[in-house]
């Protein structure tokens, strides 16, 4: 583009310095029969010339506006920090809230399709089957006596995968292990409620199934 404007603001100011009357002398005098009585005058001469130094000067502007603009987007691109390459593994693990070091430590655990024993019986239900048109699945549970929900989590890999898995993580909302002490006085009132929790989806859940992480298929309700 800069190059092109610069190459016709050259053509349009040489123009400008060769004769207007010898141009037409020898460029147009050829077409006519009898050239001197179709000759322009000199006003046609001086506004030709006048209109070749005007385009000179507009593809001159226009060759230094481009150039400017070409300087600023450099500078911005400089400017900008060169962003980390990822894959997508490593940006499902950066989103995925699953909390690694509460469960190795007992203070939070997955949820599965079966009660856990004594003190961490929480487990999942299923999900609500009416919201199969929504973009987004509803999970039923129970959770543990002392226990409060960490976080939920879905993962579709691809349009074709006929699956959506889910992950519920529960954590104590004393900061302590499951232990026998959930079953305590503390938490002996908490009434086992069923509880639920929506997770947005890409696209609507329609057939497809949805599974724990583990492979075990939740069922709807």
């Known amino acids: 583009m800069v190059t092109y404007s610069i190459l016709l603001s050259i053509v349009f100011f040489v123009g ?130 002392c226990g409060r929900l960490h976080s939920a989590w879905a993962e579709e890999k691809s349009p074709y995968d006929y699956r959506v898995k889910i992950r519920l993580v529960e954590e104590t909302r004393n900061g302590q292990k499951f232990t026998k002490k959930c079953r305590g006085k503390e938490w002996k009132n908490r009434s086992f409620v069923v509880q639920s929790t929506t997770i947005a989806l890409t696209r609507p859940l329609d057939n497809r199934w949805v599974v724990l992480y583990d492979g075990g298929r939740v069922h709807p309700k």
């Open 16 to 145: 400008c310095l060769i004769s207007p009357r010898w141009l037409w002398w020898n460029l147009s005098a050829w077409a006519y029969r009898d050239p001197e009585a179709n000759e322009p005058s000199e006003s046609a001469y001086a506004t030709g010339r006048a209109l070749l130094l005007v385009l000179a000067i507009v593809c001159l502007l226009v060759a230094v506006s481009q150039c400017s603009a070409d300087k600023r987007a450099a500078e911005r691109t400089d400017a900008r920090p060169d962003m980390p390459v990822r894959t997508d593994d490593e940006i499902r693990k950066k989103a995925d809230p699953y909390p690694e070091d509460l469960v190795a430590k007992g203070v939070a655990r997955v949820l599965s399709l079966e009660p856990g024993t004594g003190h961490a019986s929480g487990y999942i239900i299923g999900y609500d089957y009416a919201d199969r048109a929504a973009s987004a699945v509803t999970i039923l549970y129970y959770l543990s006596p």
